[in-house]
């Protein structure tokens, strides 16, 4: 009856623990958005300016940041440029980033920006379209190197919202929530 017991216990204890890290752990996947509408078209939506305002939340759920981006967007040939200027209300973070993005002939998308260690990977998903990048993220005196799970979602030819998991060794360290409507 003791070692039921102690084996009844320990994977309790086990049950617990991978309970809590699949709890720290978010997974979209794409396949889900593929049929639904609006088709979200990336250089459709950025080519041009686009105003956005976003939040970012560490795990407790506390804002960090608040801020609003201006997105000039434009297309050359296969490229399409995005120059960002961020305004924080909350927090600090980068004033600026330029994004480079080419489709390539798979229709899978890599993406640049001078603070992105190596390519942001992006796919389209329908309604949905993702990025997955690295990048070193500086935090008060630190810089962590982090993955971004980034994911955008069409509402409507002008509106958008994108939704990036913060992770650390798999675990999600924070959120950002970001809408983005195309301007006249």
């Given at each position: 009856m003791?070692?039921?017991?102690?084996?009844?216990?320990s994977a309790?204890g086990?049950?617990?623990?991978?309970g809590?890290?699949?709890?720290?752990?978010?997974?979209?996947?794409?396949?889900?958005?593929k049929?639904v509408?609006?088709?979200?078209?990336?250089?459709?939506?950025?080519?041009?300016?686009?105003?956005?305002w976003?939040?970012?939340?560490n795990r407790s759920g506390?804002?960090?940041?608040?801020?609003?981006?201006?997105?000039?967007?434009?297309i050359?040939?296969?490229?399409?440029?995005?120059?960002?200027t961020?305004t924080?209300?909350?927090?600090?973070?980068?004033?600026s980033?330029?994004?480079?993005?080419?489709?390539?002939?798979?229709?899978?998308?890599?993406?640049?920006?001078?603070?992105?260690?190596?390519?942001?990977?992006g796919?389209?998903f329908?309604?949905?379209?993702?990025?997955?990048?690295?990048?070193?993220?500086?935090?008060?005196?630190?810089?962590?190197?982090?993955?971004?799970?980034?994911?955008?979602?069409?509402?409507?030819?002008?509106?958008m919202?994108?939704?990036?998991y913060?992770?650390?060794?798999?675990?999600?360290?924070a959120?950002v929530?970001?809408f983005?409507?195309?301007?006249?």
């Amino acid at each position: 009856m003791k070692l039921f017991k102690k084996i009844a216990v320990s994977a309790l204890g086990a049950g617990l623990f991978l309970g809590a890290l699949t709890g720290c752990s978010v997974s979209v996947d794409g396949n889900d958005y593929k049929a639904v509408s609006p088709v979200f078209e990336i250089e459709q939506f950025f080519d041009g300016d686009v105003k956005a305002w976003g939040i970012v939340q560490n795990r407790s759920g506390e804002v960090v940041q608040r801020f609003t981006v201006d997105i000039n967007g434009r297309i050359d040939g296969d490229t399409l440029t995005l120059d960002e200027t961020f305004t924080y209300g909350v927090g600090e973070g980068p004033t600026s980033r330029t994004w480079t993005i080419v489709k390539q002939a798979d229709n899978s998308y890599i993406g640049r920006a001078s603070d992105i260690e190596g390519p942001a990977k992006g796919t389209a998903f329908g309604n949905a379209f993702n990025f997955h990048y690295e990048m070193d993220l500086p935090v008060d005196d630190t810089t962590y190197s982090v993955t971004f799970d980034d994911w955008f979602w069409a509402f409507d030819d002008s509106t958008m919202m994108n939704r990036s998991y913060i992770r650390k060794f798999g675990i999600v360290m924070a959120e950002v929530t970001i809408f983005m409507q195309k301007q006249p």
